[in-house]
């Protein structure tokens, strides 16, 4: 039986077959369009929240999109909303084309022609519902993640996280910001409370390694943005040890950035919130850092010492104790904190042996090229040595890091060289070959630190 017609927009008669190639039509027209904006299937589908084989099915009719879909096509594409124009008419055709069958059904059906009208609102009624059940199934499956995609961007996130001091700062932004945009757009398309909350730690897993990247790169209003956006993210999911995380965050940002009264108090705040375990120990070593800058010896004292007793409880939190990584502190990196601080209010014995055994400690674990830890440790050793006096030893304590690649060069080892060289510029020094030699090279080293790349904002 020929299928029946209806009358289109334009009064000619429009079939189903119709319908189909208009759905075509339009398919090829938003390829046209796509090509002309210089994007693959593989780069567009990210931007609209689906995946590429949904905008190939799309392309050639072979898949329903639901409006929104196409709003977002016309946005992306700039094509000032022919797009939805065009959908638009195609829906209200199959709505005529659905009326017609209706109409036609009333007449082979039974009813009194003194009825059909009443028929033709009935079946249109239960016509429209059924159309719209099955939209709005469509469009639930469309908003659905598949539990196997959450996990795995769970598994990159701690994957990111323990290969931290492993990566070069630059490739470690480029991972990071790739997880967090898979997150981000995966947060857009599921409704499913249990994957949200999932979803919203990943996203602060991912913020959070942004701002200690920013912080790597010396990118200090970023680094602040996102230490900002990963306490936001925790607060969403109520998750203490994302912020406490992120207030460390801002508090190593404040003492990087001459605001040691404002580190106090975010370092206070992360030791409020810090779970048990790692990360009360992260936070009271940070507090002692922060105390430091203001040159507090007995604050520093007593946060070192809560941080050691912190130290000897173990922990559930599923950032600083499972996945840990960058989110984990290390005993080496304890020690490596403690001589920072006993340095900067000018306690060179006790730096001079908690940077020793922050060296101990890494050295027994599996190296890393051009670990943070150890390197940071030598610096300080070195400054202790020499305001000591020790120029042989400082030089070879330092002499390990001068072949570090440019890429390697974290802010906080750049800063800690820079100190080196406000020394070695003291009267003592002067007219010192060795020592002018050692500031030549923690001069090379500082100088030729990577420039950083633009990141986008949190």
């Known amino acids: 039986m020929p299928a029946l017609p209806s009358w289109g927009l334009g009064g000619s008669p429009v079939g189903p077959d119709?319908?189909?190639?208009?759905?075509?039509?339009?398919?090829?027209?938003?390829?046209?369009?796509?090509?002309?904006?210089?994007y693959t299937q593989h780069e567009f589908a990210p931007l609209t929240l689906y995946g590429r084989s949904t905008i190939a099915n799309v392309e050639t009719g072979g898949q329903r999109a639901q409006r929104e879909f196409w709003q977002r096509c016309d946005q992306l594409l700039n094509t000032d909303g022919v797009l939805?124009?065009?959908?638009?008419?195609?829906?209200?055709?199959?709505?005529?084309?659905?009326?017609?069958?209706?109409?036609?059904?009333?007449?082979?059906?039974?009813?009194?022609?003194?009825?059909?009208?009443?028929?033709?609102?009935?079946?249109?009624?239960?016509?429209?519902?059924?159309?719209?059940?099955?939209?709005?199934?469509?469009?639930?499956?469309?908003?659905?993640?598949?539990?196997?995609?959450?996990?795995?961007?769970?598994?990159e996130a701690t994957r990111i996280a323990r290969s931290f001091t492993r990566l070069a700062p630059a490739v470690a932004v480029t991972e990071t910001l790739r997880l967090r945009n898979l997150a981000a757009s995966l947060l857009e398309r599921t409704r499913r409370p249990g994957q949200q909350q999932e979803l919203y730690l990943?996203?602060?897993?991912?913020?959070?390694?942004?701002?200690?990247?920013?912080?790597?790169?010396?990118?200090?209003?970023?680094?602040?943005?996102?230490?900002?956006?990963?306490?936001?993210?925790?607060?969403?999911?109520?998750?203490?040890?994302?912020?406490?995380?992120?207030?460390?965050?801002?508090?190593?940002?404040?003492?990087?950035t001459g605001q040691p009264a404002e580190a106090v108090e975010y370092a206070e705040a992360a030791v409020a919130l810090a779970p048990a375990g790692v990360a009360r120990v992260r936070a009271l070593s940070v507090l002692a850092r922060a105390w430091s800058h203001r040159g507090a010896a007995d604050q520093v004292q007593q946060a070192i010492t809560a941080a050691e007793e912190a130290r000897t409880v173990d922990g559930q939190d599923l950032l600083h104790d499972v996945v840990g990584g960058e989110f984990g502190y290390s005993a080496a990196q304890q020690a490596r904190s403690v001589s920072t601080a006993w340095l900067q209010v000018g306690r060179a014995e006790s730096a001079i042996a908690a940077a020793a055994t922050a060296l101990e400690l890494a050295g027994s674990q599996p190296a890393d090229?051009?670990?943070?830890?150890?390197?940071?440790?030598?610096?300080?050793?070195?400054t202790c040595q020499l305001l000591g006096g020790q120029l042989d030893s400082a030089r070879e304590t330092l002499a390990p890091l001068w072949p570090m690649p440019a890429d390697w060069r974290r802010i906080g080892l750049v800063g800690r060289l820079s100190r080196v060289q406000r020394v070695l510029s003291e009267p003592q020094w002067r007219g010192v070959p060795k020592a002018r030699r050692m500031a030549e090279l923690a001069s090379g080293f500082v100088t030729t630190h990577e420039t950083p790349p633009a990141l986008p904002p949190a």
Do not use: N
Not at 371 to 377: F, H, I, K, N, R
């Open 84 to 155: 939805t124009a065009d959908y638009d008419e195609i829906t209200l055709l199959e709505q005529q084309l659905l009326a017609a069958t209706a109409r036609s059904s009333s007449r082979a059906g039974g009813f009194a022609d003194t009825s059909s009208d009443a028929y033709v609102e009935v079946a249109r009624s239960i016509m429209d519902a059924a159309r719209e059940t099955s939209e709005h199934a469509m469009d639930a499956g469309a908003w659905a993640v598949s539990d196997a995609t959450i996990e795995q961007l769970r598994d």
């Open 202 to 256: 990943i996203v602060a897993q991912a913020a959070g390694l942004l701002a200690s990247e920013s912080i790597d790169l010396g990118l200090w209003p970023l680094a602040k943005d996102y230490a900002r956006a990963a306490y936001t993210y925790g607060e969403v999911i109520g998750h203490d040890g994302v912020r406490a995380y992120a207030r460390g965050m801002q508090a190593t940002i404040a003492y990087w």
């Open 18 to 38: 119709d319908v189909r190639e208009r759905r075509r039509a339009l398919g090829r027209r938003l390829r046209l369009f796509r090509e002309a904006a210089g």
């Open 369 to 382: 090229p051009w670990s943070t830890v150890p390197a940071e440790a030598r610096v300080d050793l070195a």
